[in-house]
C-alpha cells in the first residue's frame, strides 16, 4: 500500500488567476484568501447581475489595516482602486447566495497569480525517472525527471493533482511542478497517481 511505504510528506499549490470561487452564505463573510505573489487591486465577479455591496479588508504596501467598499446596482463585475498587500476578507451585503469570483490585478490591470492550497501536508513517494526533460531556464537538458506517486484521498477533480500543480517535498523544501499527463492506477482505498515533476527554484 502506498501509504504505507510513503517516504515523503508533500504539500500541493495549485497558479490560478482566481483567489477564491466561491457561494456567499448567510454570514456574507469571505475569508481564507490567499496571498497574492504582488500588491493589487481587488476585482469581484458575481454569477448574475445583482445589487449590494461589498467590503474589502486587508493591509496596504505599509502593512497598515485598510478597507475598501464596492457597491453593485444591477451588476456583476466591480474593481476596487486601492492597493492590498494582504487580503483578510470579504464581508458581503445584500447578495447572500450569490456565486463570487475573487481575482487580483496588477498596477497596470493585469491578472495577478496566486498559490491556493490543494494538500497542506499528505503522504508520498517521490523518486527519480529514467525519462529526460527540457530545462527551460538553461536550455539544457536534464536526465532523470522526478516521478512522484500521490495517494488518490478524494475523487474529487479538484482535488487530483494537475499539470502546473506545485509540490513542495516537507523535508528538503524542494519545488517541483507538475507536467504533461497524470496518470492514476490502484483500486479502490490503493489508489493513486503518478505524477512526472521538474524541479523548480524560487517559485
Not at 478597507?67 to 476596487?80: I, M, V, W, Y
Not at 492550497?117 to 529514467?130: K, T, V, W
Not at 519545488?175 to 497524470?182: D, E, F, V
Amino acid at each position: 500500500m502506498l501509504v504505507s511505504l510513503a517516504r515523503n510528506r508533500i504539500s500541493v499549490k495549485r497558479q490560478s488567476t482566481t483567489g477564491k470561487s466561491t457561494t456567499i452564505d448567510n454570514t456574507g463573510i469571505v475569508d481564507s484568501l490567499p496571498t497574492p505573489f504582488q500588491p493589487c487591486s481587488i476585482l469581484l465577479e458575481l454569477g448574475s447581475t445583482s445589487t449590494g455591496s461589498a467590503v474589502i479588508e486587508g493591509t496596504d504596501n505599509t502593512d497598515t489595516s485598510q478597507s475598501e467598499t464596492l457597491s453593485f446596482t444591477s451588476a456583476k463585475l466591480r474593481q476596487g482602486i486601492k492597493i492590498f498587500k494582504t487580503i483578510t476578507r470579504i464581508v458581503f451585503t445584500g447578495l447572500n447566495g450569490k456565486t463570487v469570483k475573487v481575482k487580483y490585478r496588477g498596477l497596470d490591470g493585469s491578472s495577478v497569480k496566486v498559490q491556493n492550497i490543494i494538500y497542506s501536508c499528505i503522504n508520498a513517494q517521490i523518486s527519480a525517472s529514467r525519462q529526460n526533460w527540457n530545462n527551460d531556464r538553461s536550455g539544457t537538458v536534464e536526465n532523470g525527471n522526478i516521478k512522484i506517486m500521490i495517494p488518490l484521498y478524494c475523487a474529487n477533480d479538484e482535488n487530483k493533482i494537475q499539470a502546473g500543480d506545485l509540490i513542495m517535498d516537507l523535508e528538503s523544501n524542494q519545488t517541483y511542478l507538475a507536467t504533461g499527463m497524470i496518470l492514476e492506477e490502484g483500486v479502490g482505498i490503493n489508489r493513486f497517481q503518478i505524477v512526472y515533476a521538474e524541479r523548480r527554484e524560487r517559485t
